[in-house]
């Protein structure tokens, strides 16, 4: 308590220090006068007396001092006094100031952006209670090789032994994903919703912030026309007023009670929650109740569902695997009978939720934190740089206050505050780097990667951008504060001043050049990677034209006679095909890239068909393939008659016919999609076009079938068209409102949108280390540049000297260079090296470019070569520009 | 001079407090010689160690300070105890005695026992 109020006391005399100093002196001007008074009294003379007051005193100014030093805080005073002189110095250096706290803004900015980035995708906790505790339960069917893993879940009536079967999980939810078309106002909205059953929101352990959640009571058909939305929902349409669960929504003429809304970051599932889910839904703001018939709960078969589980306390992944595969197995046994051939002898397979939904972006994140921290290093590296050049341009300064008494802690002290001064300077750079380059996320967002749209500068980002300033403070500060106050004093002061800095100086200035340059090449060289991959995405020949326009149509319950549907689309696709300007339209089950595929069985006429041998198949109206502007390779397209033909034509792709076809002429050859029936219905081959690159731009095609059908409840229409996208947009909408009103069109988009979506978050992933790559090779430059500037003004007499003795300007412009070039070219080969086992990292980022691609090895190698001597060819100039006579008398 | 003993560490502290306590207010100089003078003239204080030790009891609030006269008409500074420097002159000086008792023990002879 004392202490404190004695800390307070001399926080306070710092403050308001008017007139103390004097009223001590007072006080002790009294004191030697009261002393002096006793010794005239005892008999000595004045001058006598006033000595030995002065000798018993001990010094009237080391007893000032000492009073000083008790009346305010020594080391707050010594703090300020460092600043204020450190203030005084920058504003003496502006070009050093900004040069330092720039490179170190650029390192700390970069880092805090991307932290925010990590943060909001991976740190920042998710809107369900203990996430670590949910999993995915796939069933997976290992005998469809085709099928991955994680796109089948087990079936409704498996699901019911499952939950009375298992001990390793609380709470199992199965749903299905659906779209909800609002009118609202007489706008229809298309809007994600979910299905859910009543252990949904139990499992997720998530409750609404008004209302009530999903329950059993809810389930039971008829009373199934209640929900739950989410809070965007919620705001967007009845405005955030309290009364919403008064109101209802409607779609398709049915009317669904609002019984809750849900707090505003939940909207599971999300795209990217799921791995093979409904890709037309982004995150979903509506839940209504599953309400499973009694017909589907006995369904042996799969369904559409997704099912999450919630593992007990203290049960590991492994044993709840171990026991979801024997209850499977069991299942498997008894029901194997009653199934259809795919469903056979499903698997299971427990995946933690949060590697589900966030494993493809974790090494996405590795890789920018990685790129971000070799940015710093290069940033530390080069303020380092600089404040040794700095400290041994001091050295004269240092060695003054040295030899009049100054401490060594008191000046590598003084010497930190200097950089913890950069540091913090180059904190509030980077922090406002980071927040322009939040500003900027939403047109770098590629849309797949969870939550990112959520990033922000939160306490935590902030402290972490304070730690990382702090922390590069002292890392840049420590050696040249070390290393510019350990001169030797006697040497200083033999050299009269003007060499006193400690040897190794320049040594330990150029290795970490060669640092730097190293760092440069790995972020370079895996830069130029992704670039080179990013080129060969795009360069990918899809098999389909970037131009043709895209749109969705789905139908509502009124068409469910195929008879309707087919009539509808029979009669939209022709008129949008004979509109003016529109060479072709044509309508697709799923397109290309969105994300959905059709597999089945099949075989072959006359080849040695394997079992389990699957085929990608799509319905298309006959011309599907002029709007998407798929080449014909043999054969003939579909025709208006094919529909209806006995003959059940199809067209099967390029690697479709090699596979299957490999010495035989493809165009009459029959397929069958039907597995149990003998002798199977056969289609014939009429055509073969070009392979489309269907499930992603990467992956490589696989068989492709088409068959001609009018018959969709949903379709994706394609349309080719001269005019702009806009004008053929609103004359087909114009079209489908003179057909159905009710109807909308979905998901407008051209073929190329969608390449560009497939391709988004290589386009994130590569900008963001290419600006990265590029920020390094500035401050590699920035810093080469600054030592060869530096150790040219440090040469100029022995420069001077040189030429004195009949050296030519050439040859000193040669030596700087050389100089430089040896610099870089160490930097080069240990950067080769480091990028060797580097790259090899970034095998699973790159597509059709070896990780050692010598190309980019080489361009790299170059460019950086070709910058660095550039960089020095400034100071070189300036040393073979020195005059002689001027470099002899300097010094 | 060299006869005389110097300070030792931290009672220079209890020192200030008891002769405050005993002689009331005094400045600096007179209660330099009066600890000497208690002393009997034993110790060899440096006046100047005694001003920083009168601040830190100034600002931990065991004394007070205001400026008046002396006896031979000199304006100086003189120092007070608080309310809380006559507790803590009582803690510090039971404090003392019972180290001083503690250190006694060991230093009479060994052939009491």
Not at chain 1, 24 to 41: K, P, Q
Request: proline residues 5%; glycine residues 8%; positive net charge.
């Amino acid at each position: 308590m004392r202490k404190l109020r004695a800390l307070w006391m001399q926080l306070l005399s710092m403050l308001f220090r008017g007139g103390k100093e004097q009223d001590f002196t007072a006080e002790l001007e009294a004191h030697i006068a009261l002393c002096i008074d006793d010794g005239l009294r005892a008999g000595l003379t004045e001058s006598e007396a006033r000595r030995q007051a002065i000798i018993r005193l001990g010094g009237a100014e080391q007893v000032r001092q000492a009073h000083r030093e008790r009346r305010v805080l020594l080391w707050l005073e010594n703090l300020a006094q460092d600043l204020r002189y450190s203030l005084r110095t920058f504003r003496r250096s502006p070009g050093f100031t900004v040069t330092a706290v720039l490179t170190l803004g650029l390192g700390i900015g970069a880092c805090t952006a991307i932290f925010s980035l990590v943060n909001a995708v991976l740190i920042r906790s998710l809107p369900y209670g203990n996430p670590q505790k949910l999993v995915y339960f796939f069933a997976p069917a290992p005998h469809i090789k085709a099928v991955p893993a994680e796109a089948l879940f087990p079936g409704y009536a498996d699901l019911i032994d499952i939950r009375q079967q298992n001990r390793s999980f609380q709470n199992i939810t199965a749903y299905e994903q659906t779209m909800f078309n609002l009118a609202e106002q007489g706008i229809v909205t298309h809007v994600g919703a979910a299905k859910v059953d009543e252990n949904f929101f139990a499992t997720l352990q998530s409750s609404p912030e008004i209302g009530r959640a999903i329950g059993a009571e809810d389930n039971q058909p008829g009373r199934d026309k209640v929900a739950v939305i989410s809070h965007s929902l919620w705001t967007s349409l009845f405005a955030g007023h309290v009364d919403v669960l008064q109101h209802s929504l409607f779609r398709e003429g049915v009317s669904y009670r609002i019984i809750g809304v849900m707090p505003p970051a939940f909207e599971y599932p999300f795209r990217t929650d799921l791995p093979y889910g409904d890709s037309h839904i982004k995150s979903t703001q509506i839940w209504i109740p599953l309400a499973l018939t009694p017909k589907q709960k006995a369904h042996r078969t799969i369904d559409d569902n997704i099912v999450v589980a919630r593992s007990r306390q203290g049960v590991p992944l492994k044993r709840a695997q171990a026991e979801m595969t024997a209850i499977m197995a069991g299942l498997a046994a008894l029901h194997n009978a009653e199934r259809g051939e795919p469903e056979r002898d499903l698997g299971a397979l427990v995946e933690p939720f949060l590697s589900t939904s966030l494993g493809p972006v974790r090494p996405l994140m590795n890789l920018l934190l990685g790129a971000v921290c070799l940015v710093l290093l290069i940033a530390c590296g080069n303020a380092g740089n600089l404040l040794l050049a700095r400290a041994a341009g001091r050295a004269r300064e240092l060695g003054v206050r040295a030899a009049l008494g100054a401490g060594r802690g008191r000046m590598i002290r003084q010497l930190l505050t200097e950089s913890l001064l950069i540091g913090l300077g180059g904190g509030a750079v980077g922090i406002a780097l980071a927040f322009l380059f939040l500003q900027r996320l939403p047109k770098l967002d590629p849309g797949n990667i969870p939550r990112l749209s959520e990033a922000s500068l939160d306490a935590r980002v902030l402290a972490v951008a304070l730690a990382v300033s702090l922390l590069t403070s002292v890392f840049t500060g420590v050696l040249p504060a070390l290393s510019a106050s350990s001169m030797q004093l006697t040497d200083f002061l033999k050299t009269h001043g003007t060499r006193g800095h400690a040897r190794g100086h320049s040594r330990l200035q150029s290795s970490l050049i060669v640092l730097q340059t190293a760092m440069v090449v790995v972020l370079m060289a895996s830069a130029g990677l992704l670039i080179r991959s990013y080129i060969n995405i795009e360069s990918v020949d899809t098999g389909f034209s970037r131009s043709t326009i895209t749109m969705n149509i789905a139908l509502d319950a009124r068409y469910h006679d195929p008879l309707q549907s087919r009539a509808f689309f029979k009669n939209l696709i022709p008129k949008i095909g004979s509109k003016p300007g529109v060479s072709a339209a044509g309508a697709v089950s799923n397109l290309p890239l969105s994300n959905s595929e059709s597999l089945g069985f099949f075989r072959v006429e006359g080849y040695p068909n394997q079992k389990d041998q699957m085929l990608e198949s799509r319905s298309v109206t006959p011309r599907y393939f002029q709007a998407m502007n798929i080449p014909l390779l043999a054969g003939r397209f579909f025709t208006e008659e094919d529909d209806s033909d006995s003959l059940r034509p199809v067209i099967v792709n390029e690697r479709f016919a090699k596979t299957y076809f490999p010495s035989r002429n493809s165009i009459g050859g029959h397929i069958s999609t039907d597995e149990n029936q003998n002798p199977p219905h056969w289609n014939t081959i009429i055509g073969v076009v070009a392979d489309v690159r269907h499930t992603s731009l990467e992956a490589e095609p696989e068989p492709q079938a088409y068959s001609p059908n009018y018959d969709f409840d949903h379709a994706s229409i394609a349309v080719r068209s001269e005019l702009p996208s806009q004008a053929v947009v609103s004359s087909i909408r114009a079209t489908l409102k003179n057909i159905d009103p009710t109807l909308v069109l979905t998901d407008i988009q051209t073929m190329g949108d969608l390449m560009s979506q497939a391709s988004a978050r290589r386009r994130f992933q590569t900008s963001l280390l290419s600006t990265f790559a590029g920020i390094a090779l500035i401050l590699a430059l920035v810093g080469l540049y600054g030592l060869m500037a530096y150790s040219v003004s440090r040469r100029t007499r022995e420069v001077g000297i040189r030429m004195a003795l009949g050296a030519q300007r050439r040859s000193i412009l040669f030596l700087v260079l050389r100089g430089a070039a040896a610099l870089i070219g160490i930097g080069l080969v240990v950067g080769l090296g480091s990028t060797w086992v580097a790259t090899r990292l970034l095998r699973s980022f790159l597509f059709g470019v070896n990780e050692h691609d010598p190309l980019t090895v080489g361009l790299v190698c170059a460019l950086l070569l070709g910058c660095g001597l550039m960089a020095a060819l400034f100071p070189a100039y300036r040393a073979a520009s020195v005059d002689p006579t001027q470099a002899l008398r300097t010094e | 001079m060299s006869s005389k003993a110097d300070v030792w560490q931290g009672t220079l502290t209890l020192m200030v407090l008891r002769t405050l306590e005993t002689i009331g207010p005094q400045h600096g100089y007179g209660l330099a010689r009066r600890i000497e003078q208690t002393s009997g003239d034993k110790l060899a204080l440096n006046y100047g160690t005694l001003y920083p030790a009168l601040l830190k009891l100034e600002q931990e609030g065991y004394i007070r300070s205001r400026w008046g006269v002396s006896e031979n008409n000199r304006r100086a500074k003189f120092y007070e105890l608080t309310k809380a420097g006559h507790r803590q002159a009582t803690k510090a000086a039971a404090e003392w005695e019972q180290a001083t008792e503690i250190l006694a023990r060991f230093l009479t002879p060994a052939t009491e026992a």
